[in-house]
C-alpha cells in the first residue's frame, strides 16, 4: 500500500510517496513467538493451554474477552504473564528466560495498535479496530530512547507530528499516535527534519 503521509494528513498539500504500514503480528511479534514459544503454542508442534500462535488461528485468543485485547495490553493476560516472576506458576516462556524488554514492548505496541493479525489481509472487524486504535499505541516505546513525538517537515514545508523508531542509512521509521509506521526518505524530509532524525539516539 503507498500513501502519501503528509498529504493524508493535511489534504491539498504536495504529496510524498511513503509506504504505510500497521504494526501487524506478521511483522512484528510472529518471529518473537517462534523463537520463544513455537514448541509448546503452535499447530506445527503442540498447542498447550489452547493457545495456537500460528498467525491462522491466532484470531481465538483476540477479543475484549480474551488474553490479547485490542488496544489494551494491560488488561491482556498475553502481556501479563510475560511479565510474572520467573518463579511464578504462571510466568511464560514456561522454563525459559524472560523476553527482552524490547519485545514486550512491541508486542504490547501491537496490542495498543489494535492486535492486526495481517494487515494486508484485515478483517472488517480488524480495519475497525485499526482505526479506533489509540494515541496510546505509539507512548508504549516511551523511555526507551526513542524520545518523544516531535514535529516533522517533508520537503514541500507540510508538517506532522511523529516518533522516530528507527533510523536506516538514508531514511527514518515514523510512528504516528495512531499506531502506524512509515519510513520515510531523507530526499522526502526537509534538511532540518533529516537533521533532526541523524541526531536521534534510535537503532
Ligand atoms: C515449554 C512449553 C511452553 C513454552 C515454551 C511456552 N508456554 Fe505458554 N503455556 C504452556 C503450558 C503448559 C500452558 C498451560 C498451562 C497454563 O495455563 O499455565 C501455557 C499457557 C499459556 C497461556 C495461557 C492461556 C490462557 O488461557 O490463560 C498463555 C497466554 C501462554 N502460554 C503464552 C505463551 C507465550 C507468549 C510464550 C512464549 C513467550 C509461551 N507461552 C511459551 C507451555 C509453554
Known amino acids: 500500500m503507498r500513501f502519501a503521509l503528509f498529504s493524508l494528513l493535511l489534504p491539498a498539500t504536495v504529496s510524498i510517496g511513503i509506504s504505510a504500514e500497521i504494526l501487524d503480528y506478521k511483522k512484528e511479534v510472529l518471529g518473537i513467538m517462534k523463537k520463544n514459544c513455537w514448541d509448546c503454542h503452535s499447530s506445527e508442534n503442540e498447542v498447550k493451554g489452547n493457545v495456537d500462535l500460528d498467525p491462522g488461528n491466532l484470531a481465538d485468543q483476540i477479543g ?5 485485547r485490542p488496544g489494551n495490553p494491560a488488561e491482556s493476560g ?3 504473564r510475560l511479565k510474572l516472576d520467573v518463579t511464578h506458576a ?3 516462556p514456561r522454563k525459559a528466560s524472560p523476553l527482552a524488554k524490547r519485545e514486550i514492548e512491541a508486542i504490547e505496541a501491537w496490542i495498543s495498535a489494535g492486535a492486526i493479525i495481517d494487515a494486508e489481509k484485515m478483517t472488517p472487524d480488524e480495519e475497525k479496530r485499526a482505526a479506533e486504535a489509540k494515541p496510546a499505541a505509539a507512548d508504549m516505546k516511551s523511555g526507551e530512547g526513542t524520545g518523544d513525538y516531535l514535529r516533522w ?3 514541500a514545508g507540510k508538517v506532522i507530528e511523529a516518533r522516530a523508531v528507527s533510523l536506516g542509512a538514508d531514511s527514518v521509521k515514523l510512528l504516528l499516535r495512531s499506531g502506524k509506521a512509515y519510513e520515510v ?4 524530509l526537509s534538511p532540518e527534519s533529516v537533521e533532526q532524525a541523524k541526531k536521534l539516539d534510535v537503532p
Open 153 to 155: 517537515t517533508n520537503a
Open 78 to 80: 498475553f502481556v501479563e
Open 90 to 92: 504462571d510466568f511464560m
Open 185 to 188: 526518505k531523507f530526499q522526502d
Open 64 to 68: 475484549a474477552y480474551n488474553i490479547i
